[in-house]
């Protein structure tokens, strides 16, 4: 199963994005997971990366393109996979068309997390994340309950950064919402109400994936 979860910041992706990973055993690959960890490390990619990441900046394509790819190829997609963070424009998004093309692992399903503006503000400003697992919890949160560690900011969840990723999101990355409903015969994109709890957003996806588990999501 090949996935693409869409949409903007604070809509959810990645807590998707992982409890999909665990229900289908195949990996979750977020290109902002990816970058972080080059900051981490400090790598020349990395130092590149920080100050635009900082700022709720887009990482050039022709950078986000050669690291996908490095990572699509590698072993563990050979089941599927579930991409969270790219493409994010439509550059992006047609040379991943190719690649996909190339490998012979098209998209299975597009799924869109909808969420409005100002609820996203109000996710993103002050977030909290666990640096143990990237976990997020609401403002004003200090210890991950599950790690006992402190958690941090993301240095694009301070709210003067915020409003920047979600402009840019609006003028990069909405467009590609149009690219992928007119492919596939119109069928590929399923649009998921990401307002309400984890577990009914991850019942939407379900059987927006077509794995529905029977319970009701109504
Ligand atoms: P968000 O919560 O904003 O969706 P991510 O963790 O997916 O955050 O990404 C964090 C940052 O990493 C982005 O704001 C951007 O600077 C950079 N980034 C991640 N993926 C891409 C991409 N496909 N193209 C360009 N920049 C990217």
Do not use: W
């Not at 799924?111 to 143990?132: F, I, N, Q």
């Not at 697992?133 to 941090?152: A, I, Y």
Request: glycine share 12%; proline share 8%.
């Amino acid at each position: 199963m090949n996935l693409l979860l869409y949409g903007p910041p604070g809509s959810g992706k990645g807590t998707q994005a992982a409890m999909l990973e665990e229900r289908f055993e195949i990996p979750h690959i977020s290109t902002g997971d990816i970058l972080r960890a080059e900051v981490k490390a400090g790598t020349p990619l990395g130092k590149e990366a920080q100050p635009i990441m900082s700022r709720g900046d887009y990482v050039p394509d022709e950078i986000m393109v050669g690291i996908i790819r490095n990572r699509l190829v590698e072993k563990d997609t050979g089941r599927g996979f579930i991409l969270d963070g790219f493409p994010r424009t439509i550059p992006q998004a047609e040379a991943l068309d190719a690649l996909l093309t190339e490998i012979g692992k098209p998209f299975d399903r597009v799924v869109y997390l909808r969420v409005e503006t100002p609820e996203l503000v109000k996710r993103l400003a002050g977030r909290m994340t666990c640096p143990v697992d990237q976990k997020t919890f609401p403002p004003g949160t200090g210890l991950c309950p599950e790690h006992r560690v402190p958690l941090e900011q993301r240095p694009d969840d301070r709210p003067e950064a915020v409003q920047n990723r979600i402009e840019v999101y609006l003028a990069k990355t909405l467009p590609l919402l149009d690219y992928y409903r007119t492919m596939g015969g119109g069928q590929l994109v399923s649009e998921v109400e990401g307002a309400g709890t984890i577990d009914e957003i991850h019942s939407r996806v379900l059987k927006a994936v077509g794995r529905g588990t029977g319970v009701s999501n109504s």
